[in-house]
């Protein structure tokens, strides 16, 4: 069914035909699909993944599946397949990468640690991405046990979203740290 309102959707954005998405990472991908040293049999196995993919691409919005594919040796990816990403993160790069990447040489400029460069098709945003300190976070999170149970803790975009906890994501927002233990039996 279609909404024609965001009342409508808030209404069943929990309901079970909540559309069911699926991702896959790929990683490392040309390492995955290198052709050299393979057999002229795997080449065209490889040449058949590589136009699949290339097909799922096209219509992932469609089918609810997001792909993330990961890989520093862009330039020797398959150029089709990198222009219909639709959504492109680039760190630091070489010049030709950057320019496969954004069109251009930002990238290579690119100085600052957890710094990205977000291409959402001919738009392009700089971001930094935060960076946890894990055996600061764990401290804090053992902190919180609840006596005889093993609390469960998710981030709650719910409510109070301004609560303060061990960071935030970049001049995101902050992220609630939720005690659920008490609701599990």
């Given amino acids: 069914d ?10 069943n954005r929990f309901d079970s035909k909540k ?29 058949i993944i590589e136009k699949s993919l290339i097909k799922l691409i096209s219509s992932t919005k469609d089918t609810g599946i997001n792909l993330i594919i990961t ?10 397949l990198i222009n219909k990403i639709q959504v492109k993160i680039c760190g630091r790069h070489n010049e030709r990468n950057s320019k496969l990447m954004l069109g251009d040489d930002r990238a290579r ?35 919180i046990k609840v006596e005889g149970k093993e609390p469960i803790f ?7 979203i301004n609560t303060i906890l061990p960071g935030t994501l970049g001049d995101g927002k902050n992220f609630v740290l939720k005690d659920r233990s008490e609701d599990c039996v």
């Fill in 154 to 160: 998710k981030i709650d975009f719910e409510t109070d």
């Fill in 109 to 143: 400029k690119l100085d600052c640690i957890a710094s990205f460069f977000m291409k959402i098709n001919n738009e392009i945003e700089f971001f930094e991405a935060y960076r946890f300190n894990e055996e600061k976070q764990l401290k804090i999170l053992e902190s």
């Fill in 19 to 47: 559309l069911k998405r699926k991702v896959v990472v790929i990683d490392n991908y040309y390492n995955l699909l290198e052709k050299a040293n393979i057999s002229s049999i795997e080449q065209i196995q490889v040449e």
């Fill in 2 to 11: 279609e909404f024609k309102s965001f009342g409508a959707f808030n209404e």
């Fill in 71 to 80: 890989d520093n040796e862009i330039s020797k990816l398959n150029i089709e």
